[in-house]
């Protein structure tokens, strides 16, 4: 990551850059590429772990009380959810190597898939953290009853220290360094997409 930082950092504070031809740039695309589709195929095998460790407890946990079991439910779900969403961006992304030789399309098209990114992290991650915090709530019911109350506040305040470096730090440098990888491979198109337009034609 930090050669990715660096490689960027020199190419916006050049002038004038060596041109590199459309088969170095377009490799730099396919590696950069290549990156955050393994970083959401590595996602989809994790979601689909804890999928079936919740289903197990979810199936053969002795919980005493129902709210127990429907937050089990309620993590299910959105854990599936979340499974058909990075399942579908790693599907978008990684098929749309077809477009690598139309630098004009694949520009829009990352903009576009970079936009519906955004969303997920923001504002749909904003939601998914209420049901997990929900989850977690139900399940304290039941844990709650056998404890002291010193251990359930503290308890209660790691748990909500918790969400917050999730989504004040955490989730912060994970937006960043995807719209990183995003941002350098548009910059990488407009750059071909530029020595296309600067080409002379031959033929006159």
């Not at 695309?29 to 979810?58: D, G, H, M, P, W």
């Not at 961006?89 to 098929?95: E, F, S, T, V």
Request: hydrophobic share 45%; net charge positive; charged share 20%.
């Amino acid at each position: 990551m930090k050669d990715f930082d660096a490689l960027r950092d020199i190419w916006h504070g050049q002038t004038a850059l060596p041109k590199l031809g459309p088969e170095e740039i377009l490799k730099n695309i396919r590696s950069t590429k290549q990156k955050f589709s393994n970083k959401l195929l590595f996602q989809v095998f994790s979601i689909s772990i804890a999928i079936v460790t919740f289903i197990y407890l979810f199936l053969k946990a002795d919980f005493r009380y129902g709210t127990s079991q429907i937050a089990m439910l309620i993590a299910i779900l959105c854990l599936f959810y979340y499974l058909f969403v990075q399942l579908r961006d790693y599907r978008k992304i990684n098929n749309s190597e077809q477009l690598a030789q139309q630098p004009g399309e694949y520009i829009e098209y990352l903009k576009n898939y970079k936009h519906q990114r955004y969303i997920l992290n923001t504002r749909i991650y904003t939601v998914y953290m209420f049901f997990i915090a929900l989850v977690i709530g139900l399940i304290y019911i039941e844990a709650f009853v056998y404890m002291p109350l010193w251990e359930v506040v503290l308890i209660v305040a790691g748990t909500i220290a918790w969400f917050a470096m999730c989504y004040f730090v955490f989730m912060k440098t994970y937006i960043r360094k995807e719209e990183s990888r995003i941002n350098f491979m548009i910059e990488n198109l407009e750059r071909l997409q530029k020595q296309f337009n600067d080409t002379p034609d031959t033929a006159n």
